[in-house]
């Protein structure tokens, strides 16, 4: 059974341009989950997604990120106008139900030059 | 509110030695989750360990045991005989049971290194 994958693993973008980072949870989950480890400021949770719904978006900066999951296909998060702060790591976790163990990707790391 | 504290940043222990990394929590939830990740230096995270607050049996797994004190609100990981791929950062977690918030509250991390 195939972990929660992630792509990119590595994405480096310019001030201005558009980032766009994918998860395909776990076979068997419906519950998605997005965090960013910014350096120096631990993992915070950012959304919480279920099939074609938003369920809790409380973690996320108001401006310039979004995130869906389509009834088809992996969970996205969408970065616009991407700032040298939101270099960081992005962490995708998926549960088969909720609450439960939420199992991790591997990680995108953003760089923004 | 929820909230995790790992007090320790950093711990340094020679191989074969016992560590213990603390987790101190609070929340007003009476029923909630309580969790340990590792993050070696590949940098996913690992899963280890999941606990309800309702069961505060003590686990252990091998080398590594937990200690729920529900009281002190405390969920303490200990590795026992500590090797060089031990060597990663660990992090304690929290999550509510009910309700509408299912994210976990993370804790800052122990960067563990265990020395040859």
């Known amino acids: 059974n195939a972990g929660v994958m992630q792509n990119p693993r590595h994405l480096v973008r310019r001030r201005g341009q558009e980032a766009r980072l994918r998860c395909s949870p776990m076979?068997?989950?419906?519950?998605v989950y997005w965090y960013r480890q910014l350096p120096e400021e631990g993992l915070k949770f950012m959304v919480y997604?279920?099939?074609?719904?938003?369920?809790?978006e409380s973690g996320m900066p108001k401006e310039r990120f979004s995130a869906e999951f389509p009834k088809e296909g992996p969970s996205i998060l969408r970065i616009q106008q991407v700032v040298r702060g939101d270099s960081a790591a992005y962490f995708c976790?998926?549960?088969?139900?909720?609450?439960?163990?939420?199992?991790f990707g591997p990680g995108t790391r953003l760089t923004v030059l | 509110a929820q909230k995790v504290t790992q007090a320790q940043t950093e711990i340094s222990v020679v191989e074969k030695e016992d560590v213990t990394l603390d987790c101190v929590y609070e929340?007003?939830?009476?029923?909630?989750?309580l969790f340990w990740y590792k993050q070696p230096p590949s940098g996913e995270l690992v899963f280890l360990i999941r606990?309800?607050?309702?069961?505060?049996q003590n686990e252990i797994s091998g080398r590594y045991s937990w200690n729920f004190q529900k009281s002190t609100s405390s969920f303490n990981f200990t590795i026992t005989a500590s090797q060089v791929v031990d060597s990663a950062v660990y992090f304690c977690?929290?999550?509510?049971?009910?309700?509408?918030?299912?994210?976990?509250?993370f804790g800052s991390g122990t960067q563990l290194t265990v020395l040859p």
């Open positions: 976790a998926s549960s088969p139900s909720s609450p439960d163990t939420q199992y």
């Open positions: 997604l279920q099939k074609e719904n938003i369920i809790d």
């Open positions: 076979k068997g989950h419906s519950h």
């Open positions: 977690a929290l999550s509510e049971a009910w309700g509408s918030a299912r994210q976990l509250t």
């Open positions: 606990r309800n607050s309702f069961d505060e």
């Open positions: 929340t007003r939830d009476t029923t909630y989750y």
